[in-house]
């Protein structure tokens, strides 16, 4: 059975809490491919590549993440 991006952002996040990182990054690439909408994988993904100090990277996720969600205090 395949999982829906909040399944995959929630195991993301477990990833992440696990500092696991690509795993994390991968997780939420996934979720993104589903949900191309998705703040929540946008900033999932950014972290991992915080993470992983992959800072370019993840600049553009965290502008997209804005951008789709200006409101968003995360």
Not at 52 to 57: G, H, I, P, R, V
Request: no cysteine; aromatic share 4%; hydrophobic share 45%.
């Amino acid at each position: 059975m395949a999982l829906s991006s909040d399944e995959l952002i929630e195991r993301a996040w477990d990833a992440l809490d696990e500092e696991e990182y690509d795993e994390a990054e991968a997780l939420g690439r996934r979720a993104l491919m589903i949900d191309p909408d998705s703040v929540d994988a946008r900033i999932g993904v950014a972290r991992a590549l915080i993470s992983k100090e992959d800072y370019a990277a993840a600049m553009p996720l965290l502008t997209e993440a804005v951008t789709l969600a200006p409101e968003d205090p995360e």
